[in-house]
Every structure is written in structure tokens, then in C-alpha cells.
């Protein structure tokens, strides 16, 4: 049982550059998220989904677009990248909880990307 | 709006007790906690629910007042495995969406 996979782990990429990260969790969660960390400001959410097909913004939303094509994949995509996105990008799912609460987080391991 | 934590950092001797503490400035369903270590993804720790509901993870619990808007974490009698930063994550009523604090990095030494 894999749990929550990023792809890549690690990315360098020059300013204008387009790149997709991946995440893909096994455990059939109805939501998925994409967090960014920098120092000193914790994990911020830039997007996320509530099922198949959806998709919503989050805190930091600007520069960062989302797909959820299949329920188990939620793709981040960056179309021009800026240094201003160096960061480390977390993806997370979770099953849901009846009246609202997302219930626990399953993290995936991170995906450091730096922009040159 | 990301929850606010306190302190920002703490160090420890082993055994000694730490409270980190969360607050909101919006209305709040559910509060989590999280900790992670260097280099690691965060790992869940515990959920409480708005009711006053509290949770306890081995010398780790924690309260949740949905009047004041805030949560506490308690670590107690800590050993060197506690080291790392501690997060709160915030859920608004009916949300679907869990707003992370900036964290509070906790060093427990010998």
C-alpha cells in the first residue's frame, strides 16, 4: 500500500519553464490537496479537490493551475514559472468526515522544486 | 486565514512539559494537529471536533475551545523523539479545507 506518491521528487527549472507534478493515492479519498512549504510559513494551500472532476482555489492560488481527471491522480501544474515558486510542495488526501471536517491528512513525501 | 501559533520555537530538557497554542480569528469546526520532522512529510497527530471535544496521542493531547477560538497542544514528560515542528491545521463549518499555522519548532534535548 503505496499511500500518497509524488513525482517527481525533485525538479530545477528556469524561469518560463513549464512543469507538472503528480500525486496519486491508492486509498480511494474523495479529496486531495496541494500544499506549498516555505520557511517560516508553514504549509499554505494552493488548490484542491473534493472528487473526481473538481477542483477549488486555495490561499495561494496565483500561477498554479489543477486537474482531476481520475479520483486517485491530482495534478499541479505551473505554466511560467518564477523563482518566487521555489518551494517544497506537499500533496495530501483524506477520506472526508460526514459533517464537513476533511478528517486526517495523508501527506506524500514532497517535491522540491527550484526555480532558477 | 492562516491560525495563529505560539510560541514560535521552544527548546526542552528531556521530561520537561511544553503547551503550543493555536487561535483563530474565524469560526471554527475542527482544529488538527500535525508534527514534522527535518526533511519529512507532516504526520497526523490528532483531530478534535468542535464540542470541546479532547484527544490524547500517548503524552500527547490536547484541547480544543470553540468559544475562544483556539487549541492547545500538551506535550508532556518529553523525550527526544518529540523534536520537530508542530502544526495546526483549522476547518471552518462545513468546510472541506484544512488552513495550516506557520508551526512551532520544538527541540527537546538531553
Known amino acids: 500500500n503505496a499511500g500518497v506518491t509524488q513525482t517527481p521528487k525533485f525538479r530545477v527549472l528556469k524561469t518560463g519553464q513549464s512543469m507538472t507534478l503528480l500525486c496519486a493515492q491508492d486509498m480511494n479519498h474523495e479529496y486531495m490537496y496541494w500544499y506549498r512549504q516555505d520557511p517560516g510559513m508553514g504549509l499554505r494551500l494552493i488548490h484542491y479537490s473534493v472528487g473526481e472532476g473538481t477542483t477549488a482555489k486555495g490561499e495561494v492560488p496565483d500561477g498554479y493551475n489543477v486537474s482531476r481527471l481520475k479520483k486517485q491522480n491530482f495534478l499541479l501544474g505551473l505554466e511560467s514559472a518564477a523563482p518566487s515558486q521555489t518551494s517544497v510542495y506537499f500533496c495530501a488526501s483524506a477520506h472526508g468526515r460526514p459533517r464537513g471536517d476533511t478528517g486526517e491528512l495523508f501527506f506524500g513525501e514532497g517535491s522540491r522544486l527550484t526555480v532558477l | 486565514q492562516q491560525p495563529v501559533q505560539s510560541p514560535q520555537a521552544v527548546i526542552l530538557r528531556e521530561g520537561e512539559d511544553a503547551v503550543i497554542n493555536c487561535s483563530s480569528s474565524k469560526a471554527l469546526y475542527s482544529v488538527h494537529w500535525y508534527r514534522q520532522k527535518h526533511g519529512e512529510a507532516p504526520v497526523f497527530l490528532m483531530i478534535?471536533?468542535?464540542?470541546?471535544e479532547q484527544k490524547g496521542h500517548e503524552k500527547i493531547s490536547a484541547s480544543f475551545n470553540e468559544k475562544k477560538q483556539q487549541s492547545s497542544l500538551y506535550l508532556t514528560a518529553s523525550q527526544l523523539s518529540y523534536s520537530g515542528t508542530y502544526f495546526c491545521?483549522?476547518?471552518?463549518?462545513?468546510?472541506?479545507?484544512?488552513?495550516f499555522g506557520a508551526g512551532t519548532r520544538l527541540f527537546v534535548k538531553a
Open positions: 478534535l471536533l468542535k464540542g470541546g
Open positions: 491545521g483549522t476547518g471552518g463549518t462545513g468546510g472541506f479545507k484544512t488552513i
